[in-house]
């Protein structure tokens, strides 16, 4: 069981990615996913996350307006959009995910790093 992230990189402040969590072992649908993230030299911060009941989405409000979370259940993905990014968004970013519907974040896929710079 496990979470693979993608899709982070380079990009200039304005800029957009898309982030991608594919769930291998585990289907994502049946389980709240999220996104948290780690700068440097910062704790790590709850991003995103959507719930496996009725897909209701909850945004840090550091990004509410910028960033879209969203789930595509026949691909077994969860995705992170992220728009107008700024420099203040570079981090490592993780997909997690309640695996055992506890309510923790019990579940964590290895980090992407997303850089934010000109």
């Known amino acids: 069981v496990q979470l693979q992230a993608s899709g982070g990189g380079l990009v200039q402040p304005g800029g957009s990615l898309r982030l991608s969590c594919a769930g291998s072992?585990?289907?994502?649908?049946?389980?709240?996913v999220g996104w948290f993230r780690q700068a440097p030299g910062k704790e790590r911060e709850a991003v995103s996350c959507?719930?496996?009941?009725?897909?209701?989405?909850f945004y840090a409000d550091s990004v509410k307006g910028r960033f879209t979370i969203s789930r595509d259940s026949a691909k077994n993905t969860v995705y992170l959009q992220m728009n107008s990014l700024k420099p203040e968004d570079t981090a490592v970013y993780y997909c997690?995910?309640?695996?055992?519907?506890?309510?923790?974040?019990?579940?964590w896929g290895q980090g992407t790093l997303v850089t934010v710079s000109s």
């Open positions: 072992g585990i289907t994502l649908r049946d389980h709240n």
């Open positions: 997690v995910a309640d695996r055992w519907r506890t309510g923790e974040w019990d579940l």
């Open positions: 959507i719930t496996s009941s009725n897909g209701n989405t």
